[in-house]
């Protein structure tokens, strides 16, 4: 787990990003950061819920998200099925998922998982700040 902290803004979002891919991960990082949001980056379903579990825990020692930007495919716990399980919870938090253009099945599956947008692999920055800047 990465967490990036950045204060251009009076009331900094914060953006959980759930990514197995490395270089991809980092760019995400890099284009959100720059744009004045606290990112949080995890590899996987298992740490994408770790964060959320101690994230909205008692102790709130870590900034709870405003936003969630998932994979759909993601190690641990599909992006589709955390969609699923975080639009079933009392936060109703708010998910994008990221799925290649090329694969109708899985980008009807996200929007039926209740995503509120889907970002089309591969991905660009100005899609990605564009659809960030609606939600968070």
């Known amino acids: 787990m990465h967490v990036v902290a950045n204060s251009k803004r009076f009331f900094v979002p914060t953006v959980l990003v759930a990514e197995s891919d490395d270089e ?3 760019r995400l990082e890099g284009w959100l950061t720059s744009e004045g949001y606290n ?9 994408l819920f770790d964060y959320l579990a101690i994230s909205h825990g008692s102790s709130g020692s870590l900034p709870a998200p405003s936003l969630v930007v998932s994979d759909v495919d993601l190690a641990g716990c599909s992006g589709i099925a955390a969609c699923k399980r975080l639009r079933a919870a009392p936060t109703k938090l708010r998910v994008v998922l990221m799925a290649p253009a090329a694969d109708k099945a899985a980008l009807r599956e996200a929007l039926l998982a209740g995503a509120c947008d889907i970002i089309h692999k591969p991905v660009a920055a100005g899609e990605v700040l564009n659809v960030v800047g609606l939600y968070a």
Do not use: F
């Not at 980056?41 to 740490?47: H, K, R, S, Y």
């Open 24 to 26: 991809l991960r980092a």
């Open 39 to 47: 990112v949080v980056a995890v590899e996987d379903g298992l740490e």
